[in-house]
């Protein structure tokens, strides 16, 4: 131990936790801590739930005949980028900075990483722990963007497109921030990834939805598909909600006061989103749940890079702000830009992660927290303001710029990315996977047929689609299949 015990924890911010923005600090010594340890690894078991509750809210919001389709992509997402995070995705995000753009290959297969001993991103926990913490923000990253192209992208185009983000956009963006890299030595910061995770994903997202088009019938809903499961969906996002205090309470990297301001944070400013759009939807007389839905989200995002840096007062007014700019933007882009993100992840992700980035420079606060080792060495000020603008800009740009290259790349390689309308009014579930999520639902002329007993006013009843013989073979073809396999 070459440091006094009185001193121990007396190391700056940014050599310690992965949201830091200062450059590195040689660690002197480090000493692995049970209470620490076990916080993050109940953290990390936290946000690996939100991957399943991810699929679980997706699938719930979107139609029936999709659901097979978006829970198989996450899930199989899930592993895919895990192992990639082992292989090769933690040593280029967090080894040593080559020019402070990505990093070494030291760490590749995890070689030089401990069970038993720290290292020098978390001076309290073992460092093989912070990299499987880090790998369930690797994860899920681009799988948030699944929900604004859903039902319409083709598997293998899924695939291709989110391992090609992931390398491309996710890992040097990582380094950039939290790795070493030169957006870090600039002195930007995010506490646990409303710039690294959801500005970039939801500006992805963006990039997405606008190049592959809108949904047969768009107009004719006026940009609102019919939901098949808000049940499942309201499930998803309570465990979503749960699995955050993980996402920001771990990123603490401790088990100090910061650790419980940041789940404090968390869980105000979910709610304080959430009670704007129950507002804002009464005004229709009616509070729709997709909008509390999408509250409590636009909350957990936009709150999520300040969560540790700002007071509770400051949260509230984070999440109210959040709440107005995502709730005017879903309906600004669906009914004026005609954009079709079919979860508006863009919105309920992407502004409110640059709302809660920028907030940083406004609330930001120099604080010491003696039990977790950690140190604000700043303050929020015009000089801080303008450097969360820069960390955003780029991370925002860098993202949409790679995003259609990618894009464009994929079209010209692989053609289509989409199925023809056909094969989409049949739905993902049958085409892309031989199965459906709801037997009896599928062999229905439309799924949205089921709701034609309820009484509703919202637009996609007002106008349900006529059944067509891309339907009626449709039915006769799952007939086929399931009445011979005793499903019905």
Request: charged share 10%; proline share 4%; with cysteine.
């Amino acid at each position: 131990n070459l440091v006094p015990s009185n001193k121990r924890f007396a190391f700056l911010f940014s050599a310690m936790s992965p949201v830091a923005a200062l450059p590195a600090t040689p660690i002197l010594a480090c000493q692995v801590d049970s209470g620490d340890t076990t916080w993050i690894l109940v953290s990390t078991v936290l946000v690996l739930g939100m991957c399943p509750a991810l699929a679980f809210f997706e699938a719930g919001m979107l139609r029936a005949k999709h659901t097979l389709s978006i829970i198989s992509q996450i899930f199989v997402g899930n592993v895919i980028l895990s192992v990639m995070w082992l292989v090769f995705g933690y040593t280029l995000a967090f080894g040593p900075s080559i020019a402070g753009l990505i990093g070494g290959p030291q760490h590749f297969l995890w070689i030089g990483l401990s069970f038993k001993e720290c290292g020098r991103n978390a001076v309290n926990i073992p460092s093989a722990l912070y990299a499987l913490f880090q790998m369930m923000f690797a994860t899920i990253t681009p799988l948030l963007m699944t929900g604004s192209y859903a039902e319409r992208l083709r598997w293998n185009a899924f695939l291709v497109f989110t391992i090609s983000w992931e390398i491309l956009v996710y890992y040097p963006l990582v380094h950039w921030i939290w790795g070493g890299g030169f957006l870090q030595k600039l002195g930007v910061l995010d506490f646990a990834g409303g710039i690294v995770i959801h500005t970039s994903a939801g500006m992805g997202a963006l990039v997405v939805a606008m190049y592959i088009g809108q949904r047969k019938d768009f107009f004719v809903y006026e940009g609102e598909f019919p939901p098949s499961n808000l049940p499942l969906a309201a499930t998803g996002v309570a465990l979503l909600w749960m699995g955050w205090f993980g996402f920001n309470g771990g990123s603490a990297l401790s088990c100090g006061t910061t650790a419980v301001s940041a789940v404090v944070s968390t869980h105000i400013g979910a709610c304080a989103s959430a009670i704007v759009w129950v507002v804002l939807c009464m005004r229709n007389h009616r509070p729709a749940a997709t909008g509390i839905y999408n509250g409590v989200l636009a909350g957990l995002a936009g709150i999520t890079p300040a969560s540790g840096f700002v007071n509770i007062q400051a949260t509230m007014f984070i999440g109210v702000v959040c709440g107005l700019v995502s709730y005017y933007g879903v309906h600004f882009s669906k009914k004026r830009m005609h954009i079709d993100d079919a979860l508006d992840v863009h919105w309920v992700h992407g502004a409110t992660g640059v709302v809660g980035s920028l907030m940083i420079g406004v609330f930001g606060q120099l604080e010491t927290d003696n039990f977790g080792g950690i140190y604000f060495n700043f303050a929020a000020s015009p000089k801080q303001f303008g450097i969360q603008v820069i960390g955003v800009l780029v991370a925002g740009l860098y993202s949409g710029v790679v995003t259609y290259l990618i894009l464009r790349t994929m079209e010209g390689v692989m053609g289509d990315l989409t199925h023809a309308d056909g094969k989409l009014d049949t739905g993902l579930d049958w085409v892309d996977h031989g199965e459906v999520a709801y037997h009896q639902l599928a062999i229905l002329p439309t799924e949205e047929t089921v709701g034609s007993i309820l009484p509703s006013e919202t637009s996609y009843m007002r106008h349900r689609p006529a059944a067509g013989s891309g339907q009626a073979g449709r039915r006769s073809e799952l007939e086929e299949h399931y009445q011979g396999g005793g499903h019905l």
